[in-house]
């Protein structure tokens, strides 16, 4: 008896221990009780003791539960639920929305709104949303992912400038980038450093400045497009403005996450160049038909060389690497990251590496709230000579396209061998022998204090810095053509930028009855100092030491210049929303700006904005019909200004002139560069939007629809005057531009239930006109090496319109030849006789199409099914052209031995082959170089699988350490459909100007491995 005894009590204490154990800790999985989907930073009390929160994947772990018999968990929006604990160690818990719930809150200006509330044209995304993949800035993030706004990436190198276009272009002279703002902080998203070095060709946009922002760290972006939105921006709100929220720590216990993805990338789409026996075919065959001389025949050849996959670095890598920690009470929040990106360029020598940190904290106590927002980065930039040049100043893509290849790499002494046909250098020695490196360091961090008082005002100071310090070192070496002759050139650009911020609001909201009031008033300040030096020597007796020792130069031949700006901003803001019955929305805004940019007389802009939103789903009649969720009319009408055009614009200003010679010695002179213009002042935008905000069926089907008119009136402009001031041009008030648009955003919710399908369509058309440009008639832009006037900027035609020449097809034996008086033959390119006097010259030029597209197009789609999860994204472009200088290359080579692209001299006109679509090749400037054509100018418009991600969810159990895995792959620039011949349709290497391809950097087509870890 006494030992079955023992046996029972064995057995007991056996259960109560493992009972005990088991209550240790617990995890489960939070999600809404209607679509299924993971509920993110849900809070999990213990009655006793314990708190968490889920993690992204909706997920939590409760540890040290012993003695609690529930949980209770809550999450804003959501009907809070208590859960009896028991023996089980894992609990799906599902929560049920509230009635009438708090709905999603938007940043704009100087505040938050409920979404509901909101009565101007905004668009936010947040991670959900965001662009998957290989992303290194907060552009790339939103690309093809908001109505209205065009991301165009100038270059494919690591970290490449990106140009953003938010409702079109409104200036010729001024900037037409939009603001960015972030965590408060209006940023000056300008270089550092501007230039290359000496001898080192570029591209024409530098690296995009926000590439210091880790993409990791943001937790929203909102797009501000109509005016009501943007007028509390005053002077900087014309173009549109984007707001970057980074993450805030939430209440709960330590968070660990850890994200990272290592990935390959390789050329998405090659050019076809003549390989080296078409080479020797082609350029016999044109010897052959009249071209060239016989003793530029080519011989006999050995193997040869294929220039351009020299150029080429294979499986380039690029990995991300992310680590951040969260958590907080109810008086304390914070969040931290370490960040490491990586990317090495698809062309040799050219690579990105970022190093940065970041530091969230907030704490409240009583009617005061404390926080700050800082960050910090390292970028290291490795530069490869490429871009718009060309001859011994080109870069490596546009050598390698038309240098022999019949030519080997090598002399037989080691030495790089040269053309004697032609003045390019060796590509391979451009590549190696010509270095460039950056080094940038940027802190970015506001202090803001806030005070409720008086029980309905809040009080806010918010102060801030943004410091960058960039240093780049150019040195050409022996190796080259130029470094040979110059014997070495070593170059040192420096510089620092500075922006300091200060800001004093003071708001005041009340619920009143039927009446809320929301009121917003407050005074801020804004200073940008720049700072730059360079210095630059050759005549090096070694290449050894580089840009290290300039001190090592030849002493005659050094330069040396330094230089030193500064602006500021004066503002005074105010806005109040007014919500009657939450049907009936009104907003009013006012900016004063005061900018030492302008002229005397103009210092301060004034711009105002009204809005009026009215919510039809909360009348009756509507409500009657049992159909829409959300039914919201909104318009606005508001002005606002654009400032970019560098700093002193409005005075005179002196730079150095020629050297005199005053009896024995040299004298440096100064001379004035420009004529002040006094009245100079802000170019100003007014905006009319109409807007609908609609949902239906639960809900399953929502969106937006607006339809915008954007004037852009005294545009500033560098207007001709007469040659006898001493100058060409002076920066002036004069002209209009409107843009007109359309654009569309649905949201369905396909499928929900266990497998989840939701889809985003986003579609918007835009139609840009030139207005007006005073007293020019037509302004010729854009250029490309020999290529000049490629677009024109005229009245009635949409800016940076293409004109040229029509092609017609190509002559051939049996035709008319009487109908024209230029000398032509059978093979020659028909161009269009415009005016019909048989003659083709500058006369019949056109307009060949447009450099901003008329339709953007793009649809997402995330399918859910219990832990996997699958993202693809496809995006378009249509109605827009590009200028492909390669071909022009082609058409009208520098000399008949440079190669060229191979579909046009491979199918060329001969009597054997008479085509109709390319001519014969042979005497090709017979008729003039005319390079701007419709064969050149091409069609840009394409279609792309942009990005597939497949995700999987580890269904974690009883695990003590790690709360969350997901594993992923990801697959981006997958396929793209166009007609365009070129690397990219989707690239402007000619930054924001006129659409002009030549010697672009690639694109990528990207293939990653990553995997996300919440401990």
Known sequence: MIVKLKKLMLFVLTLICYQVNAQQQIVGLIKDQTTGDPIVGATIVGDKAGVANSDAQGRFSLSGVNGNKSLTVSYVGYQSQRVQLDSRTHYDISLVAQEGALEEVVVIGYGTSKKSDITGSVSSLNEKDFNKGANISAEQLIAGKVSGVQVVQSSGEPGGGISVNVRGVGSVNAGNSPLYVVDGFPIDNSATVGGTGANFTGMKSARNPLNAINPNDIASIEVLKDASATAIYGSRG???VVIITTKRGKT??????????????????????????????????LIDAGEGTSSQRVGNIDEGTDWLSKMYSKNAPVQNHNLSFSGGNENTKYHTSLNYFGQDGLLINSDNKRYSARVNLEHTTGNFKLGTNITSSYIKDNYVANGMDLNERAGIIY???AYDPTLPIYNADGTYKLSPDMNIDNPLAIANGKMSQSNLYRTLGT????????????????????????????????????????????????????????????????????????????????????ISSSSQGSGFSSDATGTNNMGLADPTKFIVSSGRTRNSLLSYLGRANYNLYDKYLLTASLRIDGSSRFGENNRFGVFPSFAFGWKLEEEDFIKDLDVFNTLKLRTSWGRTGNQEIGNYQSISTYAGGQKAVIGNGQVST?????????????ETSEQLNFGLDYGFLNNRISGSVDVFYKDTKDMLLNLAVPRTTGFSTMMTNVGAVRNSGIEFLMNTQNVKGAFNWETTWNFAWLKNIVKDLGTNTIIYSGSAGGTSNVSIIKVGEPIYSFFGYEIDGVWQKGDDF??????????????????GDMIVNADDRLVLGNSFPKYTASMTNDFNYKGFNLNIFIDGVFGVSMLNNNLVDTYFPANLKRNRLADPMLNRWTEENPSTVYPSFVNPLKQGKKEVNSYTVENASYVRLNTVKLGYTIPLQN?????GVNLYVVGQNLATVTDYTGYDPSINPNGSGARIDWNAYPTARTFMFGINLNL
């Open 238 to 240: 014309a173009n549109g």
């Open 252 to 285: 709960g216990g330590l968070n660990v996450n850890y994200d990272a993805y290592y990935g390959t990338q390789n050329i998405q789409r090659d050019i076809k160049i003549l390989s080296t026996q078409q080479y020797k075919d082609v350029i016999n065959g």
């Open 399 to 401: 050598a390698a396209i």
């Open 447 to 530: 202090i803001y204090g806030e005070m409720n008082f008086l029980q309905d005002f809040t009080a806010k100071l918010n102060v801030g810095a943004d410091i960058s310090n960039q240093r780049r070192d150019t040195y050409v070496d022996r190796q080259t053509i130029e470094g040979r002759a110059n014997g070495g050139i070593a170059s040192i650009l420096h510089g620092t930028s500075t922006s300091y911020l200060a800001e004093f609001t003071v708001g005041y909201k009340k619920k009143i009855d039927i009446h809320d009031l929301n009121f917003l008033v407050g005074v801020t300040g804004q200073q940008f100092n720049d």
């Open 670 to 682: 100064t001379t004035p560069s420009r004529i002040a213009n006094p009245n100079l002042k802000w």
């Open 818 to 835: 009487s109908t024209t008086k230029d000398a032509v033959v059978a093979g020659d390119f028909k161009y269009r006789d415009i005016n």
């Open 959 to 963: 695990t003590k350490y790690v709360k």
